[in-house]
Nanobody
Framework: QLQLVESGGGLVQPGGSLRLSCVGR??????VGWFRQAPGKEREGVAC????????DYSDSVKGRFTIWRDIAKDTVYLQMDSLKPEDTAKYYC???????????????????WGQGTQVTVSS
């Protein structure tokens, strides 16, 4: 079963940056997405990238601040998070996500299960 491992979380001040990594033998055949869940809240999709990396999608809450990209040779998908806000505090997860016939990504989990995630805390 394909397993993805998240890393890169930490404590950062408001306005700061972090880069998350998602590693797994995902090759270029899968769309990948980042999700997050804050205490007491439902898990939400944050960003996703198409199998070849040509298209991306973001939630309105992070658009313009977060950037997703992938290094297919390294089997890694990154999430660069800039201008972080306290409301970005959450545990972040990556998953294989659904793809459209047009080869774009959807912020909906596909097969697999949730990993352990990586904690991001934005606080002064």
């Amino acid at each position: 079963q394909l397993q993805l491992v998240e890393s890169g979380g930490g404590l950062v001040q408001p306005g700061g940056s972090l880069r998350l990594s998602c590693v797994g033998r995902m090759s270029s055949g899968y769309a990948v997405g980042w999700f997050r869940q804050a205490p007491g809240k439902e898990r939400e999709g944050v960003a996703c990238i198409s199998p070849a990396g040509g298209t991306t999608d973001y939630s309105d809450s992070v658009k313009g601040r977060f950037t997703i990209w992938r290094d297919i040779a390294k089997d890694t998908v990154y999430l660069q998070m800039d201008s972080l806000k306290p409301e970005d505090t959450a545990k972040y997860y990556c998953r294989i996500v659904q793809r459209t016939p047009q080869d774009t990504c959807l912020l909906r989990p596909a097969f697999g299960s949730w990993g352990q995630g990586t904690q991001v805390t934005v606080s002064s």
